[in-house]
């Protein structure tokens, strides 16, 4: 097995691969079954819906609430973790008896990084590199609309409205498709009102399906601030924030987004 480093500098070097895995990260979840090692994955959180197999593996709290003494219940060989969805706290009691390896996915660089990473630490080399290929030639056709800048906004969250700023994994899958971030230069996941959205003037805005699950009567919400509802687009909320495998199809909806025009993707109305 080889040795990796993961994003906080700890050294990871396994003799054989886990028989034993636990996943605290809902798309690192999906990524393992991908890689051909969903068998050994035996804990995952609450959140891991992808693929339908994992629904069936012990569940270990949510990303944010991980029962710690659940886990190490479990007896893994070694824990999957990220710096940005799950706390401190729950990642260090947990190493402190059980391999973590714990990941900081910021960009689609990153993201490709970790999936280097994850194939050599376990024994799954030709699967992860055979995914990184087809993530790279979904970066490769999006090219074109990369070209063709679209000024976006990409809420996260509702009560108080959020938006991704310039440096978020969102931020960086937007960019891949064109869509030029109007809050770059605003850090993490700021607050804002409708009308400083108004001011920006974006040609495009993003209601995703999660974290929050925006239905069109909050697309009403945001065209009563002045913004046209033809530039207000539903979009798949794990093709912006999903990293590992999952960024094949997500890249891929956001290409089709592109190219279908905004109002093509309008939130349809909701029926009583």
């Known amino acids: 097995m080889g040795m990796v480093v993961d994003d906080v500098g700890t050294v990871l070097s396994l003799d054989a691969p886990p028989r034993r895995i636990v996943s605290l990260i809902p798309s690192t979840t999906e990524t393992l079954f991908d890689l051909g090692v969903g068998d050994a994955v035996v804990g995952v959180t609450r959140f891991c819906v992808r693929p339908v197999a994992a629904r069936q593996r012990t569940k270990v709290g949510g990303t944010k609430d991980v029962d710690v003494d659940a886990v190490l219940a479990l007896r893994p060989q070694l824990v999957l973790a ?5 706390l401190p706290d729950a990642v260090q009691a947990i190493a402190a008896h059980v391999p973590v390896y714990l990941a900081a996915t910021e960009t689609v660089d990153d993201a490709v990084d970790d999936l280097v990473r994850l194939g050599t630490l376990l024994g799954r ?45 969102v931020s960086s899958v937007m960019a891949e498709a064109g869509f030029a971030n109007v809050f770059a230069d605003r850090t993490r996941y700021p607050a804002i009102d409708l009308d400083t959205l108004a001011t920006t003037d974006p040609e495009a805005v993003l209601l995703p ?11 009403e919400e945001v ?50």
Do not use: C, Y
């Open 209 to 219: 399906t999660e974290p929050f699950p925006f239905k069109a009567t909050h697309a």
């Open 82 to 86: 990220n710096k940005e969805e799950n």
């Open 125 to 169: 080399e030709a699967d992860a590199a055979s995914l990184v290929h087809r993530i790279g030639a979904e970066r490769a056709a999006l090219t074109p609309w990369r070209d063709r800048p679209l000024r976006t906004a990409t809420f996260i969250w509702r009560a108080p409205w959020m938006v991704a700023g310039g440096d978020t994994f």
């Open 223 to 272: 065209a009563a601030a002045g913004i046209a509802r033809s530039r207000i687009g539903h979009v798949d909320g794990q093709a912006l924030t999903w990293h590992g495998s999952r960024l094949v199809q997500g890249l891929r909806h956001l290409r089709g987004l592109r190219a279908a025009g905004i109002a093509a993707w309008m939130l349809p109305e909701e029926t009583p």
